[in-house]
């Protein structure tokens, strides 16, 4: 039998639910597309730009032909481009300008159920939820193997990815070095 659930734990997973539930929904608005659709254009637009196939697909979680059927579907949408890989058996997959701007409205629709969800918090409430989250993440990182990534649809500058701040990559490069 499973240990009975913390009434934080219980809350958490309920907030977590309703926020996948509000950010899917909106994503898929904003990319016209399914949810793996829309985490795809946000990945490439985010940090996988030009990436090969195969990456797109380890960064989602997706099977080689799941990760082929939906660049597909993305191509046939017009928002990416294949072209050549790195050798003669790879291909590499490139948002297009259209590509681009349904990442954005990606972004924004996500960024919209977020900020909606903190609204009532004071500054330093949220500043006390941004360090309590990453201690959160630290520990899921710490326990996760293998699937999509966990920035799959995150915006990066938001994070602080770039000045050493996102608690998730903090937790990734202790993890793995």
């Not at 629709?109 to 330093?124: G, S, T, Y």
């Not at 899921?140 to 608690?167: F, Q, S, Y």
Request: hydrophobic letters at 45%.
């Amino acid at each position: 039998m499973a240990d009975p659930l913390s009434s934080e734990g219980n809350v958490l997973g309920a907030l977590a639910l309703v926020l996948t539930d509000q950010m899917a929904a909106g994503a898929a608005t904003g990319a016209g597309e399914s949810g793996a659709a829309a985490a795809a254009l946000s990945a490439l637009h985010e940090f996988l730009d030009g990436a090969t196939l195969d990456r797109l697909r380890r960064v989602l979680g997706l099977t080689h032909s799941g990760a082929v059927r939906l660049v597909n579907r993305l191509a046939a949408d017009g928002l990416v481009e294949r072209g050549p890989g790195a050798d003669g058996r790879s291909r590499s997959v490139t948002l297009t300008p259209a590509g681009r701007q349904a990442a954005a409205r990606v972004a924004g629709a996500r960024a919209a159920v977020l900020e909606r969800a903190l609204r009532d918090l004071a500054p330093e409430q949220r500043a006390t939820l941004h360090e309590l989250l990453g201690q959160v993440m630290a520990g899921v990182v710490r326990d996760k193997e293998g699937g999509a990534w966990i920035c799959r649809l995150c915006d990066l500058p938001a994070c602080g990815r770039d000045e050493g701040h996102c608690p998730t990559a903090k937790a990734a490069a202790a993890k793995y070095g």
